[in-house]
T-cell receptor, first 116, second 107 residues
Framework: DTGVSQDPRHKITKRGQNVTFRCDPI?????LYWYRQTLGQGPEFLTY????????KSRLLSDRFSAERPKGSFSTLEIQRTEQGDSAMYLC??????????????FGSGTRLTVV | LAKTTQPISMDSYEGQEVNITCSHN???????ITWYQQFPSQGPRFIIQ???TKVTNEVASLFIPADRKSSTLSLPRVSLSDTAVYYC????????FGAGTRLTVKP
């Protein structure tokens, strides 16, 4: 297993276009997380899945954002009608969780989105 | 959900030991404490995780007092490559990173 993979690494899009990012977690991990990070800030939590169930969404995740994790494997994050304020690094992480305990997260390298 | 507080920044010199403390006054009984390191343009990287007393690995040590309301990440003999942002997270269901501690190691 090569860790958490994110695709693409970079995306430049025009304002108003839709974009979709993909994350392939570590196969043994049952949790998958999406974060957004801007320069100088810590990662902002967006949403997470336990297996295929989306258990929590941040209020940051407006109705233009949607995430899926079909069959509890890879996940996609879609942003519709992109705005310049969506420009950021989008990070995916996965972890193995057992009840109230979760091992540390493994992060991917991120997808850097630039909206022009 | 536990909320954490860390210093915004710290400076050190090569070869020194660096201790970064995180306060988490509302930690729950089942919560573990996890520390991450992040370099520019990379995702955070897991460093160490612990529940109580002391945990040590090849990278760092984690000290947790008996009341567990704080924890200290200890980096022995830092080098320039340890310049990064360090985050502490508490609990399996508190997935929110704070601003972290920006450590700058000087020659």
């Amino acid at each position: 297993d090569t860790g958490v993979s994110q695709d693409p690494r970079h995306k430049i899009t025009k304002r108003g276009q839709n974009v979709t990012f993909r994350c392939d977690p570590i196969s043994e991990h049952n949790r998958l997380y999406w974060y957004r990070q801007t320069l100088g800030q810590g990662p902002e939590f967006l949403t997470y899945f336990q297996n295929e169930a989306q258990l929590e969404k941040s209020r940051l995740l407006s109705d233009r954002f949607s995430a899926e994790r079909p069959k509890g494997s890879f996940s996609t994050l879609e942003i519709q009608r992109t705005e310049q304020g969506d420009s950021a690094m989008y990070l995916c992480a996965s972890s193995l969780s057992r009840g109230a305990f979760s091992y540390g997260y493994t992060f991917g390298s991120g997808t850097r989105l630039t909206v022009v | 959900l536990a909320k954490t507080t860390q210093p915004i920044s710290m400076d050190s010199y090569e070869g020194q030991e660096v201790n970064i403390t995180c306060s988490h006054n509302n930690i729950a009984t089942n919560d573990y404490i996890t520390w991450y390191q992040q370099f520019p343009s990379q995702g955070p990287r897991f460093i160490i995780q612990g529940y109580k007393t002391k945990v040590t690995n090849e990278v760092a040590s984690l000290f947790i007092p008996a009341d567990r309301k704080s924890s200290t990440l200890s980096l022995p003999r830092v080098s320039l490559s340890d310049t990064a942002v360090y985050y502490c997270l508490v609990g399996a269901n508190d997935m929110r990173f704070g601003a972290g501690t920006r450590l700058t190691v000087k020659p």
